[in-house]
């Protein structure tokens, strides 16, 4: 886990990947999958820009509070396969892991996916389930 900063931030990445997180006090972050940002959105209140794998058009969105807030466009999809490595503890398989900014693009990517299936769902529903669960106990794979 990467360690940067006051806060440990979950999926961190040197290079440029699909999914930026921008921070009130530290600028431009990226992370390795869509799902990071929810997770680091759990200790610190963020900006996002995450691209669609497909098309390229940018989904963008707040977190604030540990609430989705202004997300556009209205309903990305998040495709994301969470592995459980021990009772309890959770972490993800980013390069299964991705926001789409449509269900077309989605459904477009999952006719090629050819790895474990995943659960669909909505940004603000998937961290409404995040906050069921201790933080510290979710971490990439
Ligand atoms: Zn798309």
């Given at each position: 886990m990467a360690f940067y900063g006051p806060i440990r931030l979950v999926g961190f990445s040197?290079?440029?990947?699909?999914y930026r997180m921008i921070l009130p006090e530290r600028g431009d972050v990226y992370v390795m999958c869509g799902a990071d940002i929810l997770?680091?959105?759990l200790k610190t209140d963020l900006r996002a820009e995450a691209r669609c794998?497909?098309?390229g058009t940018v989904t963008r969105f707040h977190v604030d509070n540990r609430r989705i807030e202004d997300l556009a466009p209205k309903d990305p999809a998040l495709h994301v396969v969470e592995l459980e490595q021990a009772p309890g503890r959770m972490s993800i398989k980013c390069d299964?892991?991705?926001i789409f900014d449509k269900k077309d693009c989605l459904t477009k990517w999952l006719s090629n996916y050819t790895g474990k299936p995943g659960l669909v769902i909505s940004l603000?529903?998937?961290?409404?389930s995040l906050n069921k669960r201790p933080p510290?106990?979710?971490s990439p794979a």
């Open positions: 040197d290079i440029p990947t699909l997770i680091n959105g794998p497909i098309c299964s892991t991705h603000p529903e998937y961290m409404d510290r106990k979710v």
